[in-house]
C-alpha cells in the first residue's frame, strides 16, 4: 500500500470530525471509483453509506463494539452489512489517498486491473488543518449534497455517456433499480456492485463521479430525490 503525502493530515483531520459526528462510523482514505478518468478535486470529500475500506480509521469506542464478532476474513462486506453499521456513515475522499499495488492477496486479484491498478493517487499535499470540514457532518451534509444535485441537469434515455460528454454542466440521470443502475454503470465503466442494497461509494443511493472533466455525474436512485428533497424533473 502506498500512500499519499496528506494520508495522516487527512486522517488527523478526519478524526476531530469523527469526535463532533457520532454518526460517523470510520474514515477512509479511499474511493472505490478513485480512478483517474473519474476524479478530478483533491479537496473534494464525501459521506457515503457504503463502507470503503483500504486504508481506512475508525473509533476506539466502535472497535470496542464490533472486535468481539469480528469475522476471520472478508471483514470488510461483513462491515457493509446494516446490522452491522447500523445506519452509521463513512468519510471518504474523491481522489484516493493509499494505492494498493498488491495484486495478490486475500481478494485473489479480484477487480485488480479493472478497477485498482488505475487508481489516482492524490499528489497534493493538502492542508487539511487549514480546511472547515463542517460541511459533512449529519445535520449539513443533507443539504450540501441535495444543492449539488439539485444543480446538475436532468439526462435520460439512450446514449448516456454521449450526452455526458457533450453537455457542458454536471448532470444526474435517475436509476429505477439495481438492474439498471448495473447497467447505466457499466456504459460508464464505474463499479456495478452492491452490497446489502448500496452501491458502492453511494449516499443516500445517489453514486457520484467525474466524467473527464471537472464535470460530475450523478447516479440517483429511486428514493434519493425524497429522502435529499429535491424535486425531480
Known amino acids: 500500500m502506498e500512500i499519499a503525502p496528506d494520508f495522516f493530515d487527512y486522517f488527523e483531520a478526519a478524526a476531530s470530525l469523527m469526535d463532533r459526528d457520532k454518526t460517523i462510523m470510520a474514515a477512509s482514505s479511499w474511493n472505490d471509483n478513485g480512478q483517474k478518468q473519474f476524479v478530478h478535486d483533491p479537496y473534494a470529500l464525501y459521506r457515503s453509506d457504503f463502507f470503503p475500506g483500504l486504508g481506512w480509521m475508525l473509533k476506539r469506542s466502535t472497535w470496542d463494539e464490533l472486535s468481539p464478532k469480528w469475522p476471520k476474513a472478508y471483514w470488510d462486506d461483513w462491515l457493509r452489512l446494516k446490522e452491522n453499521h447500523k445506519g452509521r456513515q463513512f468519510i471518504r475522499p474523491e481522489v484516493c489517498r493509499t ?22 493517487l492524490n499528489d497534493v499535499k493538502v492542508d487539511w488543518k487549514a480546511k472547515d470540514l463542517g460541511y459533512l457532518t449529519e445535520g449539513n451534509y443533507t443539504k450540501y449534497f441535495s444543492g449539488l444535485v439539485r444543480q446538475a441537469r436532468p439526462v435520460q434515455g439512450s446514449d448516456l455517456v454521449l450526452k455526458a460528454q457533450n453537455i457542458e454542466a454536471d448532470i444526474r440521470i435517475r436509476y429505477r433499480d439495481q438492474p439498471e443502475f448495473e447497467r447505466i454503470a457499466g456504459e460508464f465503466g464505474i463499479f456495478e456492485e452492491w452490497k446489502d442494497g448500496v452501491p458502492r461509494t453511494a449516499y443516500k443511493g445517489v453514486v457520484v463521479f467525474r466524467i473527464q472533466t471537472t464535470r460530475r455525474v450523478f447516479l440517483v436512485g429511486p428514493d434519493s430525490v425524497k429522502q435529499l428533497g429535491i424535486r425531480d424533473s
Do not use: A, C, D, V
Not at 481478494?107 to 487508481?119: K, V
Open 99 to 120: 494505492y494498493n499495488f498488491g495484486e495478490h492477496g486475500s481478494s485473489l486479484g479480484q477487480f485488480f486491473s479493472q478497477y485498482l491498478q488505475p487508481i489516482k
